[in-house]
């Protein structure tokens, strides 16, 4: 029999073993795939051109990063599977194969996952590419049909990878023969001889430094001194390295003290099963802090990287859709320009008018004295564009989008709008309402004085067009008008604003400039939403790509290293079922001896990411509330759901099969 054979024998015949390797393979192979194929769509790059976003340099760039990411996934993983296997290949060792012969087969066992994985990664990605990009889409909120897609680059980019992937993979499993002798490749892994204590004291330190570490991270960069220019570069050192060595430090000597105090109250140990478990978690705490210490970093990058892109796209759409309240806004349009407006408006089957108004404007200078050495967000407002409150009334009814209405407001009092999100007004508030503000006008030589009453978090205005306007009253705005040349606004409200790319096109060509490019004369919904909805659809699109790696690197790590556990763990079980342990009670056992690996993990890499989401409210000032509960209950469920199949593939590979 030639070598082939035996490892094609060995693949057949010991498939369950194979499959979870094979399926992390695959899931590699579709993850990359996939990504790399939207990156050589056309329809996709003509988007990215459209926008004139660079969106494709951003899919290469992410494409490399991934790169990196799944060769440490597949890496990880084959390196577990292969040392769980260290008896079956020292039993050919026994046989009289040499360790060169032992490589090959283990080439051969690998070329085999990897061609399966990349045909079936691959057919899956053209078979579901469809699927891919229309959920691109819909994250860009565009309306356009997404097709299969079959690229040649994609699928020579992927050979190559995994080609790669494979040389690294099979060179550690000829280091794992070459480095044991046949006696060391029979031997299971050792248990410590003297099981593990903890220490108290530890434990504290690695409290306080995730602790100080959570301090760090919280701190506003512009106000804390340790975020100063001279100490940032330590702190963000600090706050990463003194994070993980805290976790490190706490899952190896607080968890073993916890674990070895129960084990002193002889009511808890000798309770049902828990002799068996506290016996196993003593013997195990040594070599289960560095796995539990990467799983809990893993998860909490995870949740940081899907929270935190999640939050910033609900913040930025909502933003798009609050600063850009109007269809079309045109400045200085011409009553010809008008009448096109109208015509090309009236032509269209797709959109139909919905009102027409117009208002004007005044841009004032603030002239009181700054402070430069302050924070950029503890600046108050260096400009506003001044609307009476009468135009404003009437075009908040129009709006119908729960515009507060003002009844009055006296001589040098205004109603700032702000369409920025609740969140960071009130954080600015103090600031734009701290003391009145000294404004001039252009050609007006009187100075006026004006105190924000209120701040309204909404706009009547495209804020690209007219930004930090401040309401004031009649008599105050018509002194304003006969000393100041104003800038007059057209309004044009329309249906269905948001697929209007044709109607944009025809209105943008009246008034001139490009279609998707800036325009002072020209603010318009569709433009200005779409294109922070398809950058930041981008980024969140990769986000989830990443945040896929990560947990599947994650069920990685803790799957086989639960398997190799199982594999040595066999024998005890059975000698225990053969002593009358019910499967049942296996199962009760194996419960609680892997829901620490799973639960302890979890919770840290929660606290780890709650603490990154406060901070980055803190200094991008948006909410991250609601989305990052969404994201970890999300993460959490599938993690039960992980645990789960975790224990019953465990409990399969232990039980004797009687009862």
């Known amino acids: 029999m030639t070598l082939f054979n035996i490892a094609f024998t060995n693949v057949r015949k010991n498939f369950s073993q194979f499959s979870m390797y094979l399926g992390s393979l695959i899931l590699s192979v579709l993850i990359y795939f996939t990504f790399v194929s939207l990156a050589y769509t056309k329809s996709i790059g003509v988007i990215f051109e459209k926008w004139g976003i660079g969106g494709q340099g951003v899919f290469m760039a992410a494409a490399i990063v991934l790169i990196l990411f799944v060769a440490f996934f597949v890496f990880y993983s084959s390196n577990y599977f292969t040392r769980s296997r260290k008896r079956e290949l020292g039993l050919y060792s026994l046989l009289g194969l040499r360790k060169d012969q032992i490589g090959r087969i283990i080439f051969y066992e690998n070329l085999m996952m990897h061609v399966m994985a990349v ?16 959920l691109l889409f819909r994250i860009m909120d565009l309306s356009i049909n997404g097709g299969f897609t079959f690229s040649v680059s994609a699928i020579l980019s992927t050979l190559f990878v995994f080609g790669l992937i494979l040389i690294v993979t099979t060179a550690n499993g000829y280091w794992i023969v070459y480095r ?102 003593r013997y195990r705490m040594k070599k289960t802090a560095g796995a539990l210490t990467m799983i809990a970093g893993l998860s909490a990058t995870t949740l940081t990287i899907i929270g935190a892109l999640s939050s910033i796209y609900t913040n930025i759409i909502s933003f798009a859709e609050n600063s850009n309240p109007n269809s079309y806004q045109t400045a200085w349009s011409t009553q010809t320009q008008r009448e096109k407006i109208y015509d090309v408006i009236r032509e269209s089957k797709s959109h139909t008018l919905v009102y027409h108004d117009t208002a004007d404007v005044y841009k004032g200078k603030v002239i009181d004295k700054v402070d430069e050495d302050l924070p950029a967000v503890d600046q108050r407002m260096d400009e506003f564009s001044v609307m009476g409150l009468s135009d404003y009334n009437r075009l908040a009814r129009k709006l119908d989008n729960d515009s507060q209405q003002i009844k009055h407001l006296e001589d040098g009092e205004a109603i700032f709008l ?73 309004i044009f409200q329309v249906t269905n604003e948001d697929r209007a790319e044709v109607l944009d096109q025809k209105i943008q060509q009246i008034v001139g400039g490009d279609p998707y490019d800036y325009n002072r004369e020209l603010s318009s919904f569709y433009s200005n939403y779409h294109m ?128």
């Open 418 to 490: 702000s369409p920025i999100g609740r969140f960071e007004n009130k954080k600015r508030a103090h600031l734009w309402m701290k003391d009145p503000y000294t404004v001039t006008f252009k050609n007006n030589p009187t100075k006026y004085s004006l105190r924000i009453k209120d701040i309204y978090h909404h706009a009547v205005f495209n804020t690209d067009m007219v930004y930090s306007a401040l309401v004031v009253n009649d008599r105050l705005y018509q002194e304003i008008s006969q000393k100041t040349m104003p800038k007059h606004i057209d």
């Open 180 to 281: 044991h002798s046949m006696v060391e490749l029979f031997k299971a892994d050792v248990r410590e001889k003297n099981p593990a204590k903890g220490s108290l004291t530890l434990s504290i330190v690695g409290l306080l430094l995730i602790g100080f570490g959570y301090f760090l991270a919280t701190r506003s960069i512009e106000d804390s001194i340790f975020w100063t220019e001279d100490f940032f570069f330590s702190s963000m050192l600090f706050v990463l390295f003194g994070v993980i060595l805290g976790t490190w430090l706490v899952l190896r000597f607080l968890f073993p003290y916890v674990v070895y105090k129960l084990f002193l109250r002889k009511s808890f140990f000798y309770n049902g099963t828990n002799i068996l478990t506290l016996t196993w978690l």
């Open 532 to 659: 922070m909805s398809t950058l930041i659809g981008v980024i969140m699109y990769i986000g989830m790509f990443m945040g896929i790696v990560f947990f599947a690197a994650t069920g990685s790590i803790i799957y086989f290293k639960q398997i190799t556990e199982a594999v040595d763990e066999r024998p005890r079980f059975e000698v225990l079922q053969k002593l009358g342990m019910s499967q049942k009670e296996v199962r009760t056992v194996i419960a609680k001896q892997v829901l620490p690996v799973f639960l302890i993990p979890l919770i840290l890499g929660i606290c780890h990411s709650v603490a990154a989401m406060i901070g980055l409210s803190v200094n991008i000032l948006y909410s991250v509330g609601a989305p990052v509960v969404v994201s970890t209950t999300i993460y959490t469920v599938f993690f039960i759901v992980y645990y789960f199949v975790c224990v019953n593939t465990y409990t399969k590979m232990v039980s004797s099969g009687d009862d």
């Open 119 to 134: 045909v079936s990664g691959i057919v899956i990605g053209v078979f579901f590419s469809k699927f891919f990009s229309m």
